[in-house]
């Protein structure tokens, strides 16, 4: 996928047929062109492609995702930082515009090395000035784990850690969870014959009724790689995606807020919905037990920067506002 499959403004097209079989109009976002296009290479050699966008004269932020998604599909988030920030864009090794690679070194261990190792090449490339952190998920958790690379502050997405007690009922729902996940992803879908199919999938699944506008196609196209038969892949293989939900389990994080070295917010899912995201819970839970600044979006789950992304963006850019960056 070259910045040019991506340039322009956002647009109407027609949508696919939903779940429901009904048609209509939706919003498809499309990216604008990249200010600059880097690759770096990770300490085991893993390639990494950023992408910067926005103002360069503006502190910089970088973005990144969760498992089995990329951050080009977090557009509806990041496009509220566009105007006064130098926004980064990468995906975590072996998804999204990244080559995929051997599962060897597919893990949190070597992701959070990437973390470091992305900072490090904005900064060499492109100038060197705070950085600011804005992950979520998996993403989150590799930059919880690598707290200590010199960024200036981390705004992290309802991370999936696991309480460590054991019994706790927040565990429990926790372990539950990656186990559900673990096994869907293991088996799920990896060719399609257009992108419009992966995003009438997300549409009709119970978390994805509720994404925003366009959030769908964006994301559908952003973890799809055309093959030379016509067909769309998964750029992210269904045993990498599976094997990082298990891996959840066993990596064992759970930090104290001292852990981490600079100013942070953790935001979250909605830990008082009817039937509330296990992650919310356990967002909850970590800000009461470790003392984080912490903010539950209302009304969402897991995937609240899919959901809500405008409210997201706003909470994320209130509490940089609050500790000097603007």
């Not at 990041?78 to 995906?91: A, N, Q």
């Not at 973890?223 to 298990?246: F, Q, T």
Request: aromatic share 8%.
């Amino acid at each position: 996928m070259g910045d040019g499959d991506w340039a322009g403004i956002p647009r109407l097209t027609p949508a696919l047929s939903t779940p429901g079989g009904g048609e209509g109009v939706v919003t498809t976002l499309v990216l604008p062109s990249a200010k600059g296009v880097i690759e770096t290479a990770a300490a085991d050699g893993a390639r990494l492609r950023l992408r910067r966008h926005g103002n360069p004269g503006g502190p910089r932020v970088f973005v990144s995702h969760g498992n089995g998604f990329a951050a080009d599909g977090y557009f509806p988030f990041w496009r509220h930082f566009l105007d006064r920030f130098d926004v980064v864009v990468f995906d975590m090794r072996n998804h999204g515009r990244n080559p995929v690679g051997e599962a060897t070194n597919h893990n949190y261990a070597h992701m959070a090395g990437d973390v470091a190792t992305v900072r490090d090449a904005a900064a060499a490339e492109f100038g060197a000035k705070p950085a600011i952190g804005l992950f979520h998920s998996m993403s989150a958790q590799s930059a919880m784990l690598a707290a200590d690379v010199g960024f200036d502050a981390l705004v992290l997405f309802d991370p999936p850690n696991v309480p460590p007690e054991p019994g706790g009922p927040v565990r429990e729902k926790m372990l539950a969870y990656l186990a559900r996940l673990t096994e869907w992803a293991a088996a799920r879908r990896a060719v399609f014959d257009d992108p419009g199919e992966l995003a009438q999938d997300y549409a009709g699944t119970g978390a994805g009724r509720h994404w925003a506008a366009g959030s769908h196609q964006s994301m559908a196209r952003s973890v799809l790689r055309s093959e030379p038969d016509g067909k769309w892949r998964l750029v992210c293989p269904p045993a990498y995606e599976a094997d990082m939900y298990a891996q959840g389990v066993t990596v064992g994080l759970w930090p104290p807020r001292v852990a981490i070295p600079c100013p942070a917010k953790l935001i979250g899912g909605d830990p008082e919905r009817t039937r509330p995201s296990p992650t919310a819970l356990a967002n909850q839970a970590l800000a009461a037990e470790h003392g984080y600044d912490y903010a539950a979006i209302p009304g969402t789950g897991h995937l609240l920067q899919l959901e809500q992304p405008e409210t997201c963006a706003a909470v994320a850019l209130e509490f940089l506002e609050g500790i000097g960056i603007r």
